[in-house]
C-alpha cells in the first residue's frame, strides 16, 4: 500500500507538501545506539520519575495541540475536530491509564513456595526493560498509533526509536520533537522513510519491535523478528462485522453503525465494513443508514466536514475498486459510491445487497464504505460474520443484551461488542487484540508489556543444608521419592514423618560425600 508520491500530496487539495529526506542505513543504526546509550539510565531511574515524566509528555503534546492539529489537518486533509478526537484529545487521561496498567504489570512479583519442599528459598519475578524498542506505524492515526506503544515502551524502562509511515512523516517528526524537548537526550529517537527504512530499522538491532500495519507487511515483520529471536506484537487488518438484529434501537444503531463505519473516513483497523442485516427489519435499516450517510459532509478545503478525504491515492484506488466490483456483482448504491473535491475525498457510500464473493465483504477496504449483506437471521449473520480471514473487532446491536451477549461471544475477534463497536480502542486498559490474520499481539492493558519487558527471576536459597536430591543417590533417596509419590497420592499424615526421618539421613548423606 505504498504509492510513489507518498506523503508528498495533500489528500485535502492535491497540492504538494514539502519532501522529508528518508533516513539512511547508517543514521538508522545510530539512533538504536544512542537509544540504548540514553535507556540505561533512563531505566535505573525511579518508576515514579518515569510516570512524571510521561505526564509531561502528555501535559506538553495538549499545550501544543494547534501545531499537532495543523500537521495532522496537512497531511490526513481532516478538519481539526476530526483530528482532535482521533488522536490527541484524551492524551492525558491515555498516560494515567497506561501508568496504572503499567504498575500492575511491572511490579515484582513474590512466589510463594513450600517451606516442607523447598525450605530457606526465595523467589521473586521482575520486569526487566528489553532495551531499545522500535514502533513502526501505519498512517491513518499518526499520532495514537505511536501512543498505544509509546508510553508503555518508555514506562517499562525502555528506549524508543520511531518510524512513522512515509505517508505521515511530519506528524510522526512533531511527535518526535516534543519527546526530545521532555524526556531525556536521545532516548526516543526518529527514523524516516518507507518499508526499506523500517526492514533496517529491524536489522540494526532494536531488543523488541511494536508494529502496525497491513497482513502482507506485518508478516514479513513478524518473520524477520522471529529470525532475530526478538519479540514482536503486531497488529494488522480487519474487516469487521456488525450484526444488527431485528429488536435493536433502530435509530441508535445507525448512528452508531455509521459512525464507527465512516469516522476517519473508514480508514480504521476497526470500522465497520459489513452490516449483516436481519431481512425483517433491512428496508427500514438500509433506508434510515443512506439517508443519513447523504447528510455528511465531505471536507473540502476551507470547509471541514465530517469525513475527510482518503490520505493516500492508493488508498482511493482501493475504495473506488471495491466499490466497482461490488456494482458489477449486483450492489444497490444506497448512497455516495463517488469521488468528491479536488484531492482523495470518497462520499460515504452505503452498498446494499451484498453478497460474500464481493471485495467489499471480504477484503478490508479502508474506506466511507458499509457493505449490507441481509440475512435471515443471527445464526446466519454469525456465521456469515466469521467466515473472514480477519478477527479484529464485531459487534451485535440488540434490545436484548443476554442474547447480544451470548451471540458476541460466538464472534471470532478479538474484542467483541454488544450495541457499540471499536470504542474500546481507545481505552488503555483493555486489551486490543485479533485473531486470524488481524494478528495475535496486543496492544494496551497489563498483558501487552509482554513486547516491553523479559521477567527476570531471581532464586534466592537462605538454607545452610544441602538440599535432599543432591548427589549421592541411594537406597533413602528412592525411599524419599517413594513417600512425596504417596503424599501426591493423598497419603495420611504419617507420609510427613516419614519424609522428616529421611530428609535428616539424606543431609548426613551428602556432608559425607563431601566432608
Ligand atoms: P503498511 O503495512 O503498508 O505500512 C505500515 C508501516 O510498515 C509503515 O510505516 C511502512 O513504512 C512500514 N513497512 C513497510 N514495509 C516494511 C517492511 N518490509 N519492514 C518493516 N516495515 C515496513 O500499512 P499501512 O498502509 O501504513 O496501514 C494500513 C494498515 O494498517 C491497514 O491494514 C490497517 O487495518 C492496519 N492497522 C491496524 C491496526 C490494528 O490495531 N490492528 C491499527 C491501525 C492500522
Given at each position: 500500500m505504498s504509492d510513489p508520491a507518498a506523503g508528498t500530496v495533500s489528500p485535502l487539495d492535491g497540492s504538494t507538501l514539502p519532501p522529508v529526506p528518508s533516513s539512511n542505513g547508517e543514521e538508522v543504526k545510530v539512533a538504536v545506539v544512542k537509544a540504548r546509550e540514553a535507556q540505561r539510565a533512563w531505566a535505573a531511574r525511579p518508576s515514579s520519575e518515569r510516570e512524571a515524566a510521561l505526564q509531561a509528555l502528555a501535559t506538553r503534546l495538549l499545550e501544543r495541540r494547534s501545531e499537532a492539529l495543523e500537521v495532522m489537518g496537512q497531511e490526513m486533509g481532516r478538519g481539526p475536530v476530526d483530528n482532535l478526537f482521533h488522536d490527541l484529545v484524551s492524551a492525558r487521561e491515555f498516560v494515567s491509564a497506561v501508568i496504572r496498567a503499567g504498575?500492575?504489570?511491572?511490579?515484582?512479583?513474590?512466589?510463594?513456595?513450600?517451606?516442607?519442599?523447598?525450605?530457606?528459598k526465595k523467589v521473586t519475578v521482575e520486569a526487566v526493560p528489553r532495551g531499545v524498542v522500535g514502533i513502526i506505524a501505519p498512517w491513518n492515526y499518526p499520532?495514537?498509533?505511536?501512543?498505544?506503544?509509546l508510553f508503555p515502551a518508555l514506562l517499562a524502562g525502555n528506549g524508543v526509536v520511531l518510524k512513522p509511515s512515509e505517508h505521515t512523516p511530519r506528524t510522526g517528526a512533531w511527535l518526535w520533537k516534543q519527546c526530545v524537548e521532555v524526556l531525556p537526550k536521545d532516548l526516543v529517537q526518529l527514523v524516516q522513510g518507507g518499508g526499506a527504512v523500517g526492514a533496517a530499522l529491524l536489522e540494526a538491532g532494536v531488543d523488541a519491535?511494536?508494529?502496525?500495519?497491513?497482513?502482507?507487511?506485518?508478516?514479513?515483520?513478524?518473520?524477520?523478528?522471529?529470525?532475530?529471536?526478538i519479540p514482536c506484537t503486531v497488529e494488522l487488518g480487519g474487516k469487521d462485522a456488525a450484526i444488527v438484529l431485528a429488536d435493536c434501537n433502530l435509530s441508535r444503531t445507525v448512528a452508531g453503525v455509521l459512525f464507527w463505519a465512516v469516522h476517519n473516513a473508514g480508514q480504521d483497523c476497526s470500522a465497520i465494513e459489513r452490516v449483516y442485516v436481519e431481512e425483517a427489519i433491512a428496508d427500514r435499516f438500509v433506508e434510515q443508514l443512506a439517508r443519513a450517510a447523504k447528510k455528511l459532509r465531505v471536507s473540502v478545503p476551507g470547509a471541514p466536514g465530517e469525513v475527510g478525504p482518503l490520505q493516500n491515492a492508493a488508498q482511493l484506488a482501493i475504495v473506488e475498486a471495491h466499490v466497482l466490483d461490488a456494482k458489477a456483482k449486483g450492489a444497490v448504491v444506497a448512497a455516495g459510491g463517488a469521488r468528491t473535491g479536488p484531492g482523495y475525498g470518497y462520499q460515504p457510500t452505503v452498498l446494499d445487497r451484498c453478497t460474500d464473493e464481493m471485495k467489499a465483504v471480504r477484503e478490508e477496504t479502508f474506506g466511507p464504505v458499509i457493505a449490507v449483506v441481509r440475512v435471515k437471521d443471527a445464526e446466519e449473520a454469525v456465521?456469515?460474520?466469521?467466515?473472514?480471514?480477519y478477527g479484529l473487532n464485531g459487534s451485535v446491536w440488540t434490545a436484548d443484551l443476554a442474547r447480544g451477549e451470548a451471540l458476541a461471544r460466538r464472534l471470532e475477534v478479538g474484542v467483541a461488542f454488544v450495541n457499540n463497536h471499536s470504542i474500546a480502542g481507545a481505552l488503555p486498559e483493555i486489551p486490543w487484540t485479533g485473531v486470524k490474520d488481524t494478528g495475535p499481539g496486543v496492544a494496551s492493558s497489563r498483558h501487552a508489556y509482554a513486547t516491553f519487558v523479559r521477567r527476570r527471576t531471581v532464586f534466592i536459597d537462605k538454607n545452610a543444608k544441602p538440599d535432599p536430591l543432591w548427589f549421592p543417590f541411594n537406597d533413602d533417596l528412592m525411599a524419599f521419592g517413594e513417600a512425596l509419590v504417596a503424599r501426591g497420592l493423598g497419603a495420611g499424615a504419617g507420609v510427613f514423618l516419614k519424609l522428616g526421618g529421611l530428609l535428616g539421613?539424606?543431609?548426613?548423606?551428602?556432608?559425607?560425600?563431601?566432608?
Open positions: 504498575r500492575k504489570a511491572l511490579a515484582p512479583e513474590k512466589i510463594s513456595l513450600s517451606m516442607l519442599d523447598w525450605p530457606g499520532l495514537a498509533n505511536f501512543f498505544k506503544h519491535l511494536a508494529f502496525t500495519g497491513s497482513v502482507a507487511t506485518g508478516k514479513k515483520v513478524a518473520a524477520a523478528a522471529g529470525a532475530r529471536l456465521r456469515r460474520a466469521n467466515d473472514s480471514q539421613k539424606r543431609v548426613k548423606a551428602i556432608q559425607e560425600l563431601v566432608g
